[in-house]
């Protein structure tokens, strides 16, 4: 059982708005930087969001991060088919010293 | 561009130790942490551990007691060794890389390679 909630599945046409959640607690995002990767079929996990709300260069504008309490969430917006993989979002886990992801959302493009 | 690539057996029998090797290649293995990450098969990401340029490591205390990741510096590679394996280990092993000043954003990720752990 994952240490951060995130709803299974998320959905949206092409060119829609998706938000996904991350619920956390205070010894994680509460008091920690909140990270979201991208899983695609086939290809390596891709660094998304850092601190909250960076992205790293290349990652496009549509992707936006934010965080708040013990709370993060990604929005990608103008919804690509090219989209459609898994979203994890991940966090340091202070009663663990551990870095700890979340379960895991699975967008699909309809 | 620096790239990550995995190698090691694809299948290890259960109580033996598995061992895995990540190669970077366009970019020195100096100045970032290097990690390993796992998903087991419909499962989410779990972070294994990290070996630091120095030698220094930190590791996931639920696989403390069986995991080491080290260097071999000299060939611009880092290892995971994973003892008493059980089915349960069973999963996509990644390599993965930090900067130091950004130790948990990983930005660098391997293809993954498969391990089944089975007799």
């Known amino acids: 059982q994952s240490v951060l909630t995130q709803p299974p599945s998320a959905s949206g046409t092409p060119g829609e708005r998706v938000t996904i959640s991350c619920s956390g607690r205070t010894s994680n995002i509460g008091n920690n930087y909140v990270y979201w990767y991208q899983l695609l079929p086939g290809a390596a996990p891709k660094l998304l969001i850092y601190r909250n709300n960076q992205r790293p260069s290349g990652v496009p504008d549509r992707f936006s991060g934010s965080k708040s309490g013990t709370s993060g969430s990604l929005a990608i917006s103008g919804l690509r088919s090219e989209d459609e993989g898994d979203y994890y979002c991940a966090a340091l886990e202070d009663s663990l010293t551990a870095y700890v992801f979340g379960s895991g959302t699975k967008v699909t493009v309809l | 561009q620096v790239q990550l690539q995995e190698s090691g057996p694809g299948l290890v029998k259960p109580s033996e130790t598995l061992s895995l090797t990540c190669t970077v290649s366009?970019?020195?293995?100096?100045?970032?942490?290097w990690h390993w990450v796992r998903q087991a098969p419909g499962k989410g990401l779990e972070w294994i551990g990290y070996?630091?340029?120095?030698?220094?490591?930190n590791y996931n205390p639920s696989l403390k007691s069986r995991v080491t990741v080290s260097l071999a510096t000299s060939k611009n590679q880092f290892s995971l060794k994973l003892t008493s394996v059980t089915t349960a280990d069973t999963a996509v092993y990644y390599c993965a890389r930090s900067d130091t000043d950004m130790v948990w954003a990983f930005d660098i990720w391997g293809q993954g390679t498969m391990v089944n752990v089975s007799s």
């Open positions: 070996v630091y340029y120095t030698g220094g490591t």
């Open positions: 366009g970019g020195s293995i100096s100045t970032y942490y």
